[in-house]
């Protein structure tokens, strides 16, 4: 007999809660979750059962909650840290099946909740990596809210053994930006319409621009094709705008002009000169709006992977840099989760600098797409 749905009881059901637990058990770990904040009720189900809450209520697996979840507005919140495993996490608790909050954790870094208190922007306006609290803690390299979901995953099992969990399968989706002068050329043809030689001179360019853009879009499918890659390409007006894949963002600003402009997905979550994971997850995920305190329908794409990392370097070091990505895929690809990495046309021009870095992407797609080490759905 395969038991479907897992019975949580909370004595309050926030926002947040619903939130995080969905995620967790829904999207991460493609199981069902269901809520009771009736003792009666919850005591005499026969389901798998596991409550949150501030003490247990019998012999189910319980998880003593913190007030972050609770809560309904955004201040600075304060916890301990322990040690679980070989790391260091936040919301520490005792007493409970994990000794931290785990659904507290994974809310704080996938709702970015420090993002929204007061910082000090870097010289780009925007969020510094080192600000994180995973990047203090050592977590950034890791999907930690996924490698979270599998330990929970194994102590349900433990105990629950016909608990159903869907099968996942890793994915790998490079997000080519492209720059084609054609789309970009309206705006300037109509601001210097009686300039002729700056329009002539722009319209050269949009030639340039449209034969590179040819030629990256060429490379791109020839090397995926062996791979069966489907890459996901994005054009866009010009090397100022952009907002889909490469922009920054800025919370909750950012978020909201998508959803007011009837966007429903996102590819910006990321470092652009950091790898690693900027909201803890490798799964994509509804965005929670803070302010409002409710699950929104824009899906955010949590990219790994930045080709603006290479230009810390002057020359782009190939065997170092897979060497770190490398880590993140491995890490990727246990989890079943799905691996976003974004790349610029302007990174894989076919000259200077960009002969390397598209040498490097061949011996990415060598080294991590190739058996013994494919890390394609099978």
């Not at 949150?52 to 809560?71: M, R």
């Not at 994005?234 to 922009?247: L, M, N, R, V, W």
């Not at 690693?276 to 995920?285: I, S």
Request: glycine share 4%; with cysteine.
């Amino acid at each position: 007999m395969v038991i479907m749905k897992l019975l949580a009881y909370v004595p309050i059901l926030t926002p947040r809660i619903r939130y995080i637990f969905n995620f967790i058990f829904n999207d991460v770990l493609k199981t069902q979750v269901g809520f009771s904040s009736n003792l009666a009720e919850f005591k005499a189900s026969t389901l798998p059962k596991i409550s949150y809450a501030d003490q247990p209520v019998g012999n189910e697996l319980f998880f003593k909650n913190t007030d972050l979840l609770l809560a309904h507005a955004i201040i600075k919140t304060s916890f301990k840290t322990t040690a679980f495993g070989d790391t260091i996490v936040p919301f520490a608790v005792t007493g409970s099946t994990l000794p931290f909050d785990v659904f507290a954790a994974s809310f704080y870094f996938i709702s970015r909740y420090e993002e929204y208190l007061p910082f000090h922007p870097d010289t780009e306006g925007h969020y510094p990596p080192e600000y994180s609290l995973q990047s203090k803690l050592k977590l950034l390299q890791i999907p930690v809210i996924d490698a979270w979901a599998l330990i929970l995953k194994n102590i349900l099992l433990k105990k629950y053994p016909n608990l159903f969990f869907e099968k996942k399968t890793y994915d790998f989706i490079p997000l080519i930006c492209m720059y084609p002068g054609t789309s970009g050329s309206d705006g300037l043809f109509k601001t210097t319409i009686n300039l002729f030689r700056k329009v002539t001179a722009v319209l050269r360019k949009d030639k340039t621009e449209d034969r590179k853009a040819k030629d990256i879009q060429a490379f791109v499918n020839t090397v995926h094709e062996p791979y069966r890659i489907k890459a996901r390409f994005f054009f866009k007006p010009s090397q100022d705008e952009d907002h889909e894949c490469d922009g920054q963002i800025n919370l909750p600003q950012s978020y909201l002009q998508l959803l007011k402009a009837g966007t429903v997905n996102d590819y910006r979550m990321g470092y652009k000169h950091t790898t690693g994971f900027r909201a803890g997850t490798c799964t994509p995920f509804p965005w929670y709006d803070l302010q409002l305190e409710k699950t929104t329908h824009l899906i955010v794409h949590p990219v790994a992977i930045n080709d603006g990392s290479l230009s810390n370097d002057k020359h782009i070091r190939i065997a170092p840099t897979l060497a770190q990505w490398k880590n993140i895929v491995d890490t990727v690809k246990l989890l079943e989760g799905k691996l976003y990495m974004t790349w610029h046309q302007d990174t894989l021009v076919n000259s200077g600098k960009g002969r390397t870095a598209r040498k490097l992407y061949i011996e990415m797609l060598s080294n991590f797409l190739s058996l013994p080490n494919d890390i394609r759905p099978q």
